[in-house]
């Protein structure tokens, strides 16, 4: 089942949205602003501390989660696009990062790495020349 964020722990606000709309914009509270503390949630620990480490701008010191939604001129649907958008920042830190498997390069990949550098060393040897004085 995937990790999602409870809907009884968003706070929403409603504001004038900004650009063009015409009288409308002057007038009404269409644009929503989605408050979601990561600390004081539900989530998971580890996807609590996994959304804290990421370098998101929507994401405060505080580790207060707040999206901006005013795509449409209807609050319902700006509040369904800011759900939408918080679920997904969820969903993607749900995902556990996979470890890294140390390699070792190959045999041939050495080789062809050391014959590129011996030619490139000729080259420059070639370029040096004489002793001039």
């Known amino acids: 089942m995937p990790v999602r964020a409870r809907e009884d722990e968003m706070e929403f606000s409603f504001v004038r949205a900004q650009g063009a709309g015409g009288q409308n914009v002057n007038k009404v509270s269409s644009a929503v602003q989605l408050r979601f503390s990561i600390p004081a949630s539900s989530l998971p620990a580890e996807v609590k501390e996994r959304l804290l480490a990421r370098a998101d701008r929507r994401i405060a010191a505080d580790g207060t989660v707040v999206i901006k939604a ?57 370029r040096r020349g004489g002793e001039e004085g």
């Open 70 to 126: 005013q795509r449409s001129r209807s609050q319902d649907s700006n509040r369904a696009d800011a759900i939408a958008r918080l679920q997904a920042l969820v969903a993607a830190a749900a995902v556990a990062p996979l470890a890294r498997k140390a390699t070792k390069p190959t045999r041939a990949s050495q080789r062809r790495r050391l014959e590129g550098k011996a030619i490139r060393s000729a080259v420059k040897r070639q």
